[in-house]
C-alpha cells in the first residue's frame, strides 16, 4: 500500500485532471462559490451587530431589526448553500463511482489479478468520496479566506495596530497546525493498525473455530487474543494522551487572539487611542478567525489524506478496459482451434512457453499433466481471459484476438475448480447469465442432468435457497454441481471444464461425468482432468508438462509411446480401480 | 422479547460488567475533571461581562486568559483520564467476549453467522467502552452546568429565568424532532451503503465469472443503479439535515431576539442592570449547549444499550460442556463403540440408530453415498455435537466422562479441505501443541509428510507466511501441511475425512504415502469415496440412507453389502 502511495506521488496531476474533467460539474462549483462570496459579506456584518446589542444599545429597534434580517437572510442562504454544495458534491461522487465502476467491471485479469478484492470496495466506496470532499473543502476554502480577508480589512480599519499584533501571533499558530500533524498521523495510524489486527485475529478465529475446537487450542488462542486486544489497548492510551496533550495547544489559537485582542485593546483604550465600542466588536469577531484557521487545518489534513485516494482511483480510471468490441462477429462455421506458438507469463514466470497444438472441432481434447504445468491456463486463454504474451491463438484462420469477445465468450461454457455462487437463490444462480426467461421445467431439468436435483429439493425452500442464508452449509460437491447446472442450461457450443467433478464422491461423479459426456457429444471441448474414465475416453490427448507439450495423440498411441503419458496414467490407474481387486 | 428474557439479559448484563471491573478509580476522576471545566464555564460569561463593560485592567484580563488556559488544559487531562478507562474497559470486555466466544458449543456457530461474533467482540465493546469511559462521567457535568447556570441567572432575577423557560419548550421540541429524523434518515443510508458494499464485495470478487457470463453490461447497470439509489439518499438526507439545521439556527435567533427584546423590557423596568443583560446573554450559551449535549446523551445512551443487549445475549450462552475428569491423553481408551445413536440437524434426521464398534489401533473406515451421514459421524466423534438419542462409549466409558480438552487433544483429524491460519507454515504445523517442539522434531514430521521438498522450496522455508486461509499454497499443499500437524500431535486416534479427493494424482499419491506412516499404532478412522484408499482397512463400515447397511473388511463386504457394490461399481473405470 505503502509502495503504490509512493509511486502514486511521481506521478503527474494529468490523470487527476482528466479523471475530474467529465465528471464533476464545474460551473455547479463556481456557482456555489460565488453564493459562498456573497454569504461571506454578510457573515461578517454578524459579529458587529452582536457586539453593538451586547453593548448594551438593546432599545436601537432599527438594529434589532436589522440583527434579526442579517441573521436569517444569512441562515437561508447559507441553506441553499449547504444543500446546493452537498448535492454538488454527491452529484461528482455519483460520476466518479460510476465512471470507476464502468471501468472495474470491464477490467483485464491481469490488472484484477494486482489488486485486493476488499480494497477494490474501498476505490469505489470511501475513495471517491475522498476525492469529492477534497474539491468541496477547497472551493469552501476560497470562501473562507475572502471572508477572512473582509474581516482583517475591518479589523484595520478599526485599528491596526491590533491587527498587526494579530500578525506576530502568525508563527505560534503556524507551530500549532504543523507539529501535532505528523505525531496525531501516527498515533492514528497506530490505532488503526493494532484495531484491524485484532479485527481480523477474530474474524481468522471465528471463521475456522472448528480447526482451533478440535486442535483443543482454545487457551493459546484465547492468549494470543489478548495479546493483540493489549496491543490496541495501548494504542489507544496512546492516542488519548495524544489528543490529551495536543488539545490544550490546538485550542489556544482562540485563547491567544483573544488574549491579543483585550490586552492590545486595553492598552490603547487607556491611550484613548480605541473606544470600547469598537473593542467590543474586535473581541466579537476573536472566535471568528480561530474558526478560520481550524477550518483550514482540517482541510489541509483532509487533502493529505485524499491524495493517496486521488492518485488511486485516477489510476485505476486510466486502465484500459477490456474491449468487447472487435473485428469480427463470431457467426462462423465450426473449426479447428489452433494454438500457434503461444506463451504466456505471469508475474516474470513462464507458465506456458511456445506451446502449439490444435483443438479439432466437434471433439473432445483432454489436457493432462502434473500441477503447475499450465493446463488452467491454457482454458483461461481459450476464454480470452488473458492475452498470449507471444504467438497467436487461431479460430480457423482467424485470430481470436479480432473475434468479438461477447461473442466468443457467450459462446463457451467455461467450469472452473471451484465454482463461485453468487448471492441469490438457487434458481438465480442456475440461470445466472441468461438474456430470456427460463422455465421451471428447464431448471428442474438442469439440476436433474447435474445430479443436484435430490439434495437441492431436500433443503427448506429448494430452488428458492438463499445462498448467502446456506452460508458454508454448502459443501464443495453441491456447489460444483450447480455450477455445472449452470453450464448444462447455457448449452455453450464449446466446453472448457476445469477438474469439474472433482471434490464429488464416486456415485455422484460418474453420474455427472456421464451427463457431461452426453453435453459434450458433437461440441468442440477441452477437458482438464484426472479422471481416468475421461482422458480414455477423449478424441484426442494434449500432454504437458512444465509448461510445453510434451505429445499429442490419443490414448492408445500415447500410452505406448509416450513415458511421461505412461507414468501419469499409472499412477492414476492404480488408485482409480479398487474394482480391478474385486475378482 | 418477553419480560423475563429482558430482566435476564439485564442481569446478564451487569454480570458482565462485574466480570469485566470497570477502572472505577479513572471513571470518577474524569468525573471530577468534567464538574471543574464546567465550573469555570460558569464563571466566563460573568468575567467577559465585565471587561466589555469597560473593567480593562490587566489584572481581570489576565485573570480571564488564564482561566481560558486552565480550561484547556483540565479538557486536556480529562480526554486523557476518558480515553484510558474507555480503553481500559474496552480491553477488559474484549478480554470477556473473546473468552466467551472460544468457548461455545459447535451448534452455536452454525446457526450464528460469524461476523455477528466478531462485531460483538471488535465493535460492540468500543461502543460501550467509549460510552462508560467517557459519556456518563461527562453528563453530570452537562447537567451542573446547565443548572448552574440557571441558578446564576435565578440570583440575577427570576424574571430572566423565566424568559429563558419561554424558549425551552422550543428548544427541546427542534432537539426532539431532529433527533428523530436524523436518526432515521442516517439509518437509511447506512443500510444503503452496506447494499452498496455488499453488492460491490460480490462482484469485485468474482469478476472472473462475471466475464465468463458476459455480463458485464448487466452488472454494470446494476452497479450504477445501486450508486444512483444511494446518490438520491445521501442528497434527501442532506436535504434534511440542512433544513434542520437552519431550522436550529433560527430557533438560536428566536432565542436571541426573546432575550434582546425581554432584556430590554426588563432594564427599561429597572428590574437589571444593562451589565446584567450582558452577563445574562453571554449564559444563554450554555443552556442550549447544555440542551445539546444532553439530547447527545440520550442518543448515546441508546447505541450503548443496543451494543450492551447484544454483548450480554451471548454472554448469556451456555459454554460448551467441560466433561467428566478421565484424561484421554494419560490412559488407554479401548474400543469405540456408538450404541442406538440418532441424531438430527433441527428438524432433519442424519443418524438413526446407529450402532458399531472401532476397534482400538486399527483402521475402520466409512464409506457411502453423500448424504449418507459420515461427516457428521465425525462431527460426534469429535464431540462437536452430542447424540439425540442411544450413546457413544470409549472403553465402556461414556465419551462424556473424558474431558473434552483431553479428548480433542488425543484426535488428531485431518479434515477435507485444510484450513491453514495466517501465519508461517512453521506454527500452522506447530498449531495447538502446547508443548515445546524442537526443529527437528517438525523436520520430521515435514519429511514424513511428504511436504518438506515443497517446502524447502518455498523462499523462506519453514517460515515463509501462508497468506490468509492458506491463500498462497495449493490445495495438496496445504493437505499435507495438515498431515504434518496431525503427525506432530502423534494422536491417539486419526480422524481423515476425504483427504485426498481435491487433489490430483500425482499430489494424491504423495499424501497417501505419508498417510500409510501415520496409521501405525493407533486408532485410524476415515471417510473415503476413492475406494481404492480404503481396500486395506481393518473394518469397512458401509452407511446408507443415515445408518450402518453393513460392516467388515473389503473381501467380506463385496459378498454381502449391495451398498458397497454399487459403490464400487459406480468407481469402475471405462473398458481400458
Not at chain 1, 495536543?246 to 489559537?253: A, E, G, M, R
Not at chain 1, 509448461?547 to 492414476?572: F, M, P, S
Not at chain 2, 481423515?496 to 497417501?512: F, G, I, N, P, Y
Request: one cysteine or more; charged letters at 20%.
Amino acid at each position: 500500500m505503502k509502495k503504490t502511495i509512493k509511486n502514486a506521488k511521481k506521478q503527474s496531476w494529468k490523470p487527476f485532471f482528466k479523471m475530474m474533467g467529465k465528471n464533476v460539474p464545474w460551473a455547479w462549483y463556481v456557482a456555489n462559490l460565488v453564493l459562498g462570496l456573497i454569504l461571506a459579506e454578510l457573515t461578517v456584518r454578524v459579529p458587529e451587530l452582536t457586539g453593538r446589542l451586547m453593548n448594551g444599545e438593546i432599545f436601537d429597534n432599527a438594529l434589532v431589526w436589522q440583527y434579526v434580517w442579517v441573521n436569517v437572510l444569512l441562515i437561508l442562504g447559507r441553506t441553499i448553500q449547504v444543500i446546493t454544495g452537498s448535492w454538488v458534491g454527491n452529484y461528482t461522487d455519483r460520476n466518479l463511482q460510476r465512471a470507476l465502476w464502468k471501468r472495474l467491471i470491464r477490467i483485464p485479469m491481469r490488472k484484477y489479478d494486482e489488486q485486493n478484492p476488499s480494497t477494490l470496495i474501498s476505490r469505489v466506496t470511501s475513495d471517491c468520496t475522498q476525492v469529492t470532499l477534497f474539491l468541496g473543502n477547497f472551493f469552501n476554502s476560497l470562501a473562507s479566506l475572502y471572508e477572512m480577508f473582509l474581516v482583517f480589512q475591518m479589523f484595520y480599519g478599526m485599528s491596526r495596530e491590533i491587527t498587526l499584533a494579530l500578525l506576530l501571533a502568525v508563527p505560534y499558530v503556524l507551530l500549532v497546525f504543523i507539529v501535532p500533524g505528523r505525531i496525531l498521523f501516527r498515533a492514528t495510524e497506530r490505532m488503526q493498525g493494532t484495531l484491524s489486527q485484532f479485527t481480523n485475529f477474530v474474524t481468522e478465529r471465528m471463521m475456522n473455530v472448528k480447526l482451533v475446537k478440535s486442535s483443543a487450542a482454545e487457551r493459546p488462542e484465547l492468549q494470543a487474543g489478548i495479546q493483540a486486544a493489549e496491543a490496541s489497548y495501548k494504542a489507544e492510551v496512546h492516542m488519548g494522551i495524544v489528543e490529551g496533550v495536543l488539545y490544550p495547544f490546538k485550542n489556544s489559537i482562540s485563547g491567544v487572539v483573544e488574549a491579543v485582542i483585550l490586552l492590545v485593546g486595553a492598552a490603547m483604550i487607556s491611550r484613548s487611542a480605541l473606544l470600547l465600542d469598537d473593542l467590543v466588536t474586535l473581541y466579537m469577531y476573536a472566535p471568528l478567525i480561530a474558526a478560520y484557521l481550524f477550518l483550514y487545518l482540517s482541510a489541509f489534513h483532509q487533502a493529505k489524506q485524499a491524495q493517496g485516494a486521488t492518485h488511486v482511483v485516477a489510476d485505476l480510471m486510466q486502465t484500459k478496459p477490456e474491449t468487447m468490441e472487435r473485428e469480427t462477429s463470431f457467426t462462423q462455421d465450426a473449426a479447428d482451434i489452433v494454438f500457434d506458438d503461444v506463451s504466456f507469463r505471469y508475474q516474470d514466470r513462464d507458465i506456458l512457453s511456445h506451446v502449439s497444438f490444435t483443438i479439432p472441432s466437434g471433439k473432445v481434447t483432454a489436457i493432462v499433466g502434473p500441477s503447475g504445468a499450465g493446463k488452467t491456463t491454457v482454458l483461461s486463454l481459450l476464454e480470452r481471459l488473458y492475452t498470449p504474451y507471444e504467438g497467436t491463438i487461431r479460430f480457423g484462420d482467424t485470430p481470436v484476438e479480432t473475434i468479438h469477445l461477447d461473442d466468443w465468450r457467450a459462446a463457451a461454457g467455461y467450469i472452473q475448480q471451484t465454482s463461485p455462487l453468487l448471492s441469490g437463490t438457487i434458481r438465480d444462480n442456475i440461470t445466472y447469465g441468461m438474456d430470456r426467461p427460463v422455465s421451471d421445467a428447464e431448471v428442474i431439468q438442469a439440476a436433474k442432468a447435474a445430479n443436484a436435483y435430490d439434495f437441492i429439493t431436500k433443503l427448506p425452500d429448494g430452488f428458492s435457497s438463499s445462498i448467502g442464508q446456506l452460508g458454508g452449509k454448502l459443501s464443495g460437491g453441491e456447489r460444483q454441481r450447480i455450477a455445472i447446472a449452470r453450464m448444462i442450461i447455457k448449452d455453450p457450443d464449446y466446453m472448457l471444464l476445469d477438474e469439474a467433478t472433482c471434490g464429488l464422491d464416486a456415485e455422484n461423479e460418474s453420474m455427472i461425468q456421464k451427463a457431461l459426456d452426453h453435453l459434450m457429444e458433437g461440441r468442440t471441448a477441452v477437458v482438464v482432468a484426472h479422471n481416468l474414465r475421461t482422458i480414455v475416453s477423449a478424441d484426442n490427448i494434449v500432454v504437458l508438462d512444465r509448461g510445453k507439450v510434451q505429445a499429442v495423440g490419443t490414448h492408445e498411441t500415447l500410452y505406448k509411446t509416450n513415458e511421461l503419458y505412461r507414468r501419469y496414467i499409472d499412477l492414476q490407474f492404480d488408485q482409480d480401480s479398487p474394482a480391478n481387486h474385486i475378482s | 422479547m418477553d419480560e423475563s428474557k429482558k430482566n435476564h439479559v439485564w442481569k446478564s448484563f451487569l454480570i458482565l460488567l462485574k466480570d469485566s471491573r470497570l477502572p472505577w478509580l479513572f471513571i470518577i476522576f474524569k468525573l471530577l475533571l468534567s464538574m471543574g471545566v464546567s465550573q469555570l464555564s460558569l464563571i466566563f460569561p460573568d468575567m467577559t461581562a465585565q471587561i466589555l463593560a469597560g473593567d480593562l485592567a490587566v489584572s481581570t484580563i489576565t485573570l480571564m486568559v488564564s482561566l481560558m488556559f486552565l480550561q484547556y488544559a483540565a479538557t486536556g487531562v480529562s480526554v486523557i483520564v476518558g480515553r484510558m478507562a474507555g480503553a481500559k474497559i474496552t480491553l477488559s470486555l474484549r478480554k470477556f467476549m473473546l473468552r466467551k466466544v472460544l468457548s461455545l458449543p459447535i451448534p452455536f456457530y452454525d446457526n450464528n453467522m460469524p461476523d455477528r461474533l466478531i462485531s460483538r467482540t471488535t465493535e460492540d465493546t468500543q461502543k460501550l467502552s467509549s460510552y462508560l469511559g467517557d459519556d456518563v462521567p461527562n453528563f453530570p457535568s452537562q447537567i451542573y452546568l446547565f443548572l448552574g447556570t440557571l441558578f446564576i441567572l435565578f440570583r440575577y432575577d427570576w424574571r430572566l429565568v423565566a424568559l429563558t423557560a419561554v424558549t425551552i419548550p422550543v428548544i427541546l421540541l427542534l432537539t426532539f424532532v431532529s433527533g428523530r429524523l436524523g436518526f432515521k434518515w442516517n439509518n437509511r443510508i447506512q443500510i444503503k451503503l452496506a447494499e452498496l458494499t455488499g453488492y460491490l464485495a460480490e462482484i469485485l470478487a468474482n469478476i472472473p465469472l462475471l466475464k465468463v457470463f458476459v455480463q458485464e453490461v448487466k452488472e454494470d447497470q446494476k452497479g450504477q443503479d445501486n450508486i444512483e439509489e444511494l446518490y438520491k439518499t445521501k442528497v434527501k438526507y442532506q436535504f434534511i439535515t440542512a433544513g434542520l439545521t437552519a431550522a436550529d439556527e433560527l430557533q438560536g435567533i428566536v432565542t436571541n431576539v426573546v432575550a434582546i427584546v425581554g432584556g430590554a423590557w426588563l432594564v427599561t423596568h429597572e428590574y437589571i442592570t444593562l451589565e446584567i443583560w450582558m452577563a445574562y446573554y453571554l449564559y444563554t450559551g450554555n443552556l442550549s449547549r447544555g440542551i445539546t449535549e444532553m439530547k447527545l446523551f440520550w442518543e448515546r445512551t441508546k447505541a450503548a444499550q443496543g451494543a450492551a443487549r447484544r454483548m450480554s445475549e451471548i454472554a448469556m450462552e451456555q459454554d460448551e460442556a467441560a466433561g467428566g475428569n478421565l484424561d484421554l491423553t494419560k490412559q488407554d481408551g479401548g474400543d469405540l463403540c456408538f450404541e442406538q445413536v440418532g441424531f438430527s440437524y433441527g428438524d432433519t434426521q442424519v443418524l438413526r440408530d446407529m450402532t458399531f464398534t472401532i476397534p482400538a489401533n486399527k483402521v475402520t473406515a466409512f464409506v457411502g453415498k453423500s448424504g449418507a451421514g459420515k461427516s457428521t459421524v465425525f462431527g460426534l466423534l469429535e464431540r462437536f455435537y452430542d447424540p439425540d438419542s442411544g450413546r457413544i462409549t470409549m472403553g465402556g466409558e461414556s465419551v462424556d466422562a473424558y474431558s473434552l480438552r483431553s479428548w480433542r487433544q488425543a484426535i488428531g483429524y485431518v479434515p477435507q479441505e485444510t484450513q491453514l491460519l495466517s501465519g508461517t507454515i512453521r506454527s500452522n504445523i506447530t498449531y495447538g501443541l502446547e508443548r515445546q517442539v524442537t526443529e527437528e522434531e517438525i523436520i520430521r514430521a515435514a519429511k514424513a509428510a511428504n511436504a518438506y521438498d515443497f517446502i524447502m522450496e518455498q523462499k523462506n522455508g519453514f517460515d515463509t507466511e501462508t497468506g490468509e486461509r492458506g491463500s498462497k499454497l495449493s490445495g495438496g499443499q496445504c493437505q499435507r501441511i495438515a498431515i504434518a500437524r496431525a503427525l506432530l500431535k502423534d494422536p491417539k486416534i486419526l480422524l481423515l475425512d476425504e483427504v485426498t479427493s481435491s487433489l490430483d494424482a500425482e499430489a494424491k499419491a504423495a499424501v497417501e504415502e505419508a498417510l500409510e506412516r501415520l496409521k501405525d499404532g493407533r486408532t485410524t478412522i476415515m471417510i473415503a469415496h476413492d475406494l481404492s484408499t480404503v481396500r486395506d482397512a481393518d473394518q469397512i463400515i458401509v452407511l446408507d440412507d443415515r445408518t450402518v447397511e453393513a460392516a467388515g473388511t473389503h473381501e467380506e463386504l463385496i459378498q454381502t453389502s449391495p451398498v458397497y457394490q454399487s459403490l464400487l461399481r459406480a468407481a469402475q473405470p471405462a473398458a481400458l
